[in-house]
Nanobody, 124 residues
Framework: QVQFVESGGGSVQAGGSLTLSCAVS????????VSWFRQAPGKQREFVAG????????SYANSVKGRFIISRVNTKNMVNLQLNSLRSEDTGVYYC?????????????????WGQGTQVTVSS
């Protein structure tokens, strides 16, 4: 059974940083494009960042470009998302997701596997 498990969420003041991790088990990690999505209360889930299977390509939402960094360590079956210069509007539940389709997609419907989410709260 393939599992995606997030960790690293928490509460931080505006301008601070957090690192989220997504650990993948039960499958061939290098088969998956992995992306992060987030969902704020009352809003739709939105794409944040994604990384290709071998880590050679990344993609970011315009709202986080230059502040967030996604990386993957295939030897550890893990994808990290470093969140810097956090803003109150970054508050939400962050999910990691996996897709076997090539290329990073910003559409949630493409992703087959999802974690349970981790809460990030940014106070101003």
């Amino acid at each position: 059974q393939v599992q995606f498990v997030e960790s690293g969420g928490g509460s931080v003041q505006a301008g601070g940083s957090l690192t989220l991790s997504c650990a993948v088990s039960g499958g061939a990690f290098s088969d998956y494009v992995v992306s992060w999505f987030r969902q704020a209360p009352g809003k739709q889930r939105e794409f944040v960042a994604g990384v290709t299977r071998l880590g050679s390509g990344t993609s970011y939402a315009n709202s986080v470009k230059g502040r967030f960094i996604i990386s993957r360590v295939n030897t550890k079956n893990m994808v990290n998302l470093q969140l810097n210069s956090l803003r109150s509007e970054d508050t939400g539940v962050y999910y990691c997701a996996g897709s076997v389709r090539p290329g990073v997609s910003g559409s949630a419907s493409v992703y087959t596997y999802w974690g349970q989410g981790t809460q990030v709260t940014v106070s101003s």
